[in-house]
């Protein structure tokens, strides 16, 4: 029995990973995005949990990440939850609630929520409380880059989700505590390089 467990996990984390194509239709049995979709209404069509029934869910796990409050919506792919707290990355069997691996990077700056992380084939993108974009390998949370998006030192960190959008990660900082104008980059997921940038504020 316990064979056969392991090839299931086995086969599970082989399976990491999401085409970026499916992320242009809406979500039936995966949660890809922040929103679900770029319609951004969060909706989804499943029907087997409905107001007739909710009333008889009960606890089915909880899983403990011993930092801060949670703030981020989960990832659902292939099985996996993907979640953050600010310095910290999980992904963990959404039927079980075991832990798969865990990703942690102690940093400066603000750490008052991190809403999430994107997903780009089998890699996963998150900001830090030190305003850095991180990408880590899905199948097993290692780091494969790290890039600066601004400076700490203004104020700046990035707690928003970053969006996937064809082959290009938007990103934008964050730090509305601080006088400093904000503004958004275009990041290339495979290497961290900036595409494109827009300023909120014109130059």
């Known amino acids: 029995m316990?064979?056969?467990?392991?090839?299931?996990?086995?086969?599970?984390?082989?399976?990491?990973?999401?085409?970026?194509?499916?992320?242009?239709?809406?979500?039936?049995d995966t949660w890809p995005t922040y929103n679900g979709d770029y319609s951004g209404r969060?909706?989804?069509?499943?029907?087997?949990?409905?107001?007739?029934?909710?009333q008889s869910l009960t606890l089915a796990w909880a899983?403990?990440?011993?930092?801060?409050t949670i703030k981020a919506t989960p990832l659902e792919v292939n099985g996996v939850l993907y979640f953050t707290t600010p310095d910290h990355a999980w992904a963990i069997d959404a039927r079980s609630g075991r832990g798969i691996w865990h990703y942690?990077?102690?940093?400066?700056?603000?750490?008052?929520?991190?809403?999430?992380?994107?997903m780009y084939k089998d890699r996963l993108y998150f900001g830090t409380p030190d305003a850095h974009l991180i990408c880590l390998n899905a199948r097993d949370g290692k780091l494969v880059w790290d890039v600066q998006i601004a400076d700490v030192k203004f104020g700046y960190y990035v707690s928003v989700a970053p969006l996937?959008?064809?082959?290009?990660?938007?990103?934008?900082?964050?730090g509305d505590q601080a006088d400093i104008p904000h503004f958004l980059e275009a990041i290339n997921p495979e290497n961290g390089k900036v595409i494109w940038r827009w300023n909120s504020v014109p130059n």
Do not use: M, W
């Open 63 to 68: 899983f403990q990440t011993r930092s801060s």
């Open 42 to 54: 969060r909706y989804s069509p499943l029907t087997q949990i409905n107001k007739g029934n909710v």
């Open 164 to 174: 996937v959008v064809k082959d290009a990660l938007i990103v934008g900082t964050s």
């Open 2 to 28: 316990k064979r056969v467990a392991l090839v299931l996990v086995a086969a599970r984390l082989c399976a990491q990973g999401i085409d970026p194509a499916a992320l242009l239709k809406p979500p039936t």
């Open 104 to 118: 942690s990077r102690p940093s400066e700056g603000d750490h008052i929520a991190q809403r999430g992380v994107a």
